[in-house]
């Protein structure tokens, strides 16, 4: 299978940003499940933790437990992140500024919007963004 890119500044096809769309709408509701799975597991290791003895040295489950909360509020804090790009992305697909580059104004090649539909920039900006 062959991907084409298209070339710098040709726009999306109404087709294509349907496409987008429905990838988008998919990865919202994906993050959104994330987010209270890890929510729920923030809990529980709170929960747990109140449970069991302060003292970490001598109880061999303390550090894990306060490794696997920073670990989850980490992953949720990713996940929020990706939720609010996600809904930027939706918004801009309504008001039509989808698949334009926020930084340079290029248009995004299909070929990355099918990789991170989510993403608000081109590649050379991305790059140059470090982002
Ligand atoms: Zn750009």
Known sequence: MTIVEPRRGVALSKRQKELLERRLEVERRDTELTMSQLSADVHTVQVSRQDS?????????????????????????????????????????????????????????????????????????AERLGA
């Not at 001598?58 to 790009?85: C, K, V, W």
């Open 53 to 125: 003895p302060t003292d970490d040295e001598h109880d061999p489950e303390g550090p894990t437990l306060a490794f696997e909360q920073s670990q989850s509020t980490a992953l949720l804090r990713q996940a929020r992140d990706r939720l609010a790009q996600i809904e930027v992305a939706l918004g801009r697909i309504h008001d039509d500024s989808y698949g334009t580059c926020t930084n340079c104004g290029a248009a995004i090649s299909y070929a990355r919007l099918g990789a991170r539909p989510y993403t608000p920039h081109c590649i050379q900006c």
